[in-house]
């Protein structure tokens, strides 16, 4: 029996870049709230062309309309528990539901996609030869003992929590992603993203910031979890896109935490979306959830040495910014 060999024949993508020097990107997650303000600063770039892949568990097609049928762009619905083919140069990895609510609604699935979703992102990024930046966040330090925290931190987390399955399963993705990078010569980058606010957050997520801000213009009164006394670092997220794009340009893996160090308690963020927002609405003191980290701020040494980067969005300019997305969402009127 004899066998021909066939010569290999090159990529589609190795062709392509024969001929002209635009830089393919897949951002997985794209049409979520941080993916889609990252897919308007590439596409931004005309050298840029943009693939998201995102099955629409809590992002929206809405989020990307402005850039639905443009050349440079495209949208697949993919969840990426499931292998994808296709030709890239480099590859955001995003997909993942972000808030506490809709990580713990399926919690099997969220494991899937954090474990299974970043192998399927490995292995594509592995095939075609691409860069890949993970998407982690700051509750791989859990509840920290150390503050602020520093990458090097290990971390402090409940395996068998509610939150675990989000934790931990950023946790090994994270392993996954420097285990491609020692086995396979993977380009890997890992970014540690602390709590983000801004336009286009989902009104009804149960994230902090986006909860004030549609309380405040409902006139519903604020829910601070008990006790109020537990603190968070809110970046708005244009910083954060920028943090994101200088890390997957520079030469450094990461970890790197990407987030602003302005530590606030939860009453004083209550306080001062009442002030900024609505002086009249009420604030109120409600139930907490399990394992609910009790501080966190973080520490940006290694983002401004190695990407000098840092944020520039104070949170009392960010909010009114957020505020306006949510009135006219909301259709509530202006203030004045
Ligand atoms: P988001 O929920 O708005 O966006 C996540 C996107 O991923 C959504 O569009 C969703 O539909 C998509 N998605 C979820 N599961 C998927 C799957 N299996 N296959 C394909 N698509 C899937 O959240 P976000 O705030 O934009 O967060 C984006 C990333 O940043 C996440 O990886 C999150 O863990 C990380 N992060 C966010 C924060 C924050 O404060 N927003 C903090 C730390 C880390
Ligand atoms: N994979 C993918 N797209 C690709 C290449 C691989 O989704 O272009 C998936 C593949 O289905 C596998 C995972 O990535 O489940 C890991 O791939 P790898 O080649 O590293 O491992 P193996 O297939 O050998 O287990
Ligand atoms: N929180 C609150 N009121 C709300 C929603 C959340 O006081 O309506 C608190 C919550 O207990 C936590 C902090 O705000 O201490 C941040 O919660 P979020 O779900 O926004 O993000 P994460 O816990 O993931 O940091």
């Known amino acids: 029996q004899t066998t021909t060999k066939q010569p290999p024949s090159p990529s589609p993508l190795r062709f392509s870049k024969f001929f002209q020097s635009n830089m393919r990107i897949l951002v997985t997650g ?10 308007d600063r590439l596409m931004e770039n005309e050298k840029n062309e943009v693939i998201v892949a995102d099955n629409y568990f809590t992002g929206s097609k809405d989020n990307l309309k402005k850039w ?38 399926n919690p099997v699935k969220t494991i899937k996609t954090n474990v299974i979703g970043t192998l399927n992102m490995l292995g594509l990024a592995k095939r075609v030869g691409a860069r890949i930046l993970l998407t982690s966040t700051s509750e791989v330090y859990g509840d920290p003992l150390v503050h602020p925290q520093p ?25 996954l992603m420097f285990d491609y990078h020692r086995q396979h010569g993977l380009e890997i980058r ?82 001062t979306v009442k002030e900024l927002i609505n002086p009249s609405v009420e604030i109120k003191m409600v139930e907490n959830t399990p394992d609910d980290p ?3 701020k973080p520490d940006i040494t290694k983002a ?12 009392r300019d ?18 004045n």
């Open 68 to 105: 639905i049928g443009h050349p440079r762009f495209e949208l697949i619905r993919h969840d990426v528990t499931e292998p994808l083919l296709i030709e890239v140069d480099q590859i955001y990895h995003l997909a993942c539901p972000a808030s506490p609510i809709f990580y713990k609604y």
């Open 190 to 271: 890992i970014a540690r993203i602390f709590n983000t606010y801004g336009p286009r957050m989902n009104i009804d997520d149960g994230r902090v910031v986006s909860n004030f801000i549609a309380q405040a213009l409902r006139k519903e009164p604020l829910t601070v979890q008990c006790p109020g006394t537990q603190t968070r670092s809110f970046c708005y997220v244009s910083d954060l896109v920028d943090g994101l794009i200088r890390l997957m340009e520079g030469q450094h893996t990461g970890p790197i935490n990407l987030g602003n160090p302005g530590e606030f308690t939860m009453t004083e963020l209550a306080e």
């Open 318 to 335: 960010g909010l009114p910014l957020m505020e306006e997305d949510f009135r006219l969402r909301l259709g509530v009127g202006k203030k």
């Open 30 to 39: 794209g049409a979520g709230f941080i993916g889609s303000h990252l897919v």
């Open 304 to 315: 401004k040495e190695l990407l000098g980067w840092e944020p520039k969005v104070k949170l």
């Open 151 to 175: 990458e090097s931190y290990w971390g402090n987390v409940n395996p068998i929590g509610v939150r675990s399955c989000y934790d931990e399963g950023k946790r090994v993705a994270e392993t």
């Open 294 to 296: 009790r501080q966190r």
